[in-house]
């Protein structure tokens, strides 16, 4: 899954999000943490946005799509 790659999310902060007229986007700043790959190295920390894409179908919301920015 997305975790073995960028590792588990410690923090969340939710940006913003965007409307045009077919859907909305919803963005939140993630920051990751994964395990270095050396025995005995510092755990790596990084910043990704994470953009999910709404849309409303027969008065229900579906998800669209869903974008990681690293």
């Known amino acids: 899954g997305v975790d073995k790659h960028l590792g588990k999310v ?9 409307s045009n007229p ?5 963005t939140w700043k993630l920051t ?3 395990k270095s790959v050396k025995p ?3 755990p790596i920390i990084a910043d990704i946005l ?10 229900q ?4 799509n869903f ?4």
């Open 10 to 18: 410690i923090n969340s902060v939710y940006v913003c999000d965007l």
């Open 22 to 26: 077919l859907y909305r986007t919803f």
């Open 32 to 34: 990751m943490e994964r």
């Open 40 to 42: 005995d190295g510092k």
């Open 50 to 59: 994470f953009h999910i894409q709404i849309i409303r179908v027969d008065d």
């Open 61 to 64: 919301y579906k998800v669209l």
């Open 67 to 70: 974008i990681i920015n690293r």
